[in-house]
């Protein structure tokens, strides 16, 4: 989870112009929810994922990765001048 805080952050960095950002873990369970949201200048995101793979920038496409290893979903919301929302959930698993 914190390389996916990490990634996320570092794009906001890089990308958004953001003025704020949000970072919120939530354990409601068997929910864990983690929230990175920032008030950026947001994107396309069918695009950007297709630019992603064809220039080879590893991203959102990692985020997705990493979650889906520890059995976690990615969700990405993003509108051109309203910022972006990226919400993973995992669900908690006893080992």
């Given at each position: 989870?914190?390389r996916?805080?990490?990634e996320?952050?570092?794009n906001i960095?890089?990308?958004?112009?953001?003025?704020?950002?949000?970072?919120?873990?939530?354990?409601?369970?068997?929910?864990?929810?983690?929230?990175?949201e920032?008030?950026?200048?947001?994107f396309?995101i069918?695009r950007?994922?297709?630019e992603?793979?064809?220039?080879?920038?590893?991203?959102?496409?990692?985020m997705r990765?990493?979650?889906?290893?520890?059995?976690?979903?990615?969700?990405?919301?993003?509108?051109e001048g309203?910022?972006?929302k990226?919400?993973?959930?995992?669900?908690?698993q006893?080992?």
């Amino acid at each position: 989870m914190y390389r996916i805080v990490q990634e996320g952050l570092n794009n906001i960095c890089r990308h958004a112009e953001a003025k704020n950002v949000r970072l919120t873990l939530v354990a409601a369970y068997p929910n864990i929810i983690l929230r990175i949201e920032d008030d950026g200048k947001g994107f396309e995101i069918e695009r950007r994922l297709r630019e992603a793979v064809l220039e080879k920038r590893m991203g959102i496409i990692s985020m997705r990765e990493r979650a889906n290893l520890l059995g976690g979903k990615v969700r990405i919301t993003s509108k051109e001048g309203k910022g972006t929302k990226v919400v993973v959930k995992f669900t908690y698993q006893k080992k």
